[in-house]
């Protein structure tokens, strides 16, 4: 299986030459830091920020910049600073390529799921809404199964949704899947992870075809 380090170095295959890309919080915020050499990516913040770097090294922090995590983060050559009005009217706008976001549930339609655990407080359902309802691309990275064992890849969301239909794709820690109209679509599974071992940890509709081939990180 991958840790989230690895999840994100997954992730940042899928980042085309000229992309504009907002990195939800958690696992997709390390994907910052994994970047390839040569590829003219530019990373958007919703809080104002266009031009986000890989995270800072222990010691060189600068409280002043964060991201929409409230992280702290660096800044590349040429970056912007703006206000939120700005950044959102930017993703609003369809401005974004691709957009990559945790959830805490996915389902075999494409509905994701990642703003509120009933009972649980939250301060916001911050721009996750906005997202998915403008983003040309929407990418999940998350674990495949809850601390309990449970499948978060589900025939239908049980939490409240964030959007609905919108999921392109989901990378976890076993797998890289597809949304089609038929379900969850197996492309690739993590190194020395197995195609049954996956099977029993998806609940939504599972489609196999042919060789599964191991995950290239």
């Not at 940042?12 to 030459?17: F, M, T, Y």
């Not at 590349?76 to 805490?104: E, H, N, Q, W, Y």
């Not at 509120?116 to 997202?131: F, H, T």
Request: proline letters at 6%.
């Amino acid at each position: 299986m991958l840790n989230k380090n690895q999840i994100a170095q997954r992730l940042a295959k899928e980042l085309k030459d000229g992309y504009y890309v907002n990195l939800g919080i958690g696992i997709p915020t390390l994907v910052a830091n994994y970047i390839p050499e040569g590829l003219n990516v530019v990373l958007q913040s919703e809080n104002g920020l266009l031009g986000m770097g890989p995270f800072p090294f222990e010691g060189e922090e600068d409280p002043d910049l964060i991201n929409a995590g409230k992280q702290t983060i660096t800044t590349i050559p040429g970056s912007a600073f703006f206000d939120s009005a700005m950044s959102f009217g930017m993703i609003r706008a369809g401005k974004v390529d691709l957009t990559i976001l945790g959830a805490m549930e996915v389902s075999e339609k494409g509905d994701i799921a990642n703003w509120k655990i009933p009972g649980k407080m939250v301060k916001g359902m911050g721009g996750a809404m906005d997202l998915v309802a403008s983003a040309k691309n929407i990418i999940v990275a998350m674990m495949h199964t809850n601390p309990k064992g449970e499948s978060k890849l589900l025939p239908t969301c049980i939490l409240p949704l964030t959007g609905v239909g919108c999921v392109r794709k989901v990378v976890t820690e076993l797998a890289v899947l597809d949304i089609t109209e038929d379900g969850f679509k197996l492309l690739e599974r993590a190194p020395g992870v197995t195609v049954e071992e996956i099977i029993a940890k998806t609940a939504g509709k599972l489609i196999v075809e042919g060789e599964i081939p191991e995950m290239l990180i």
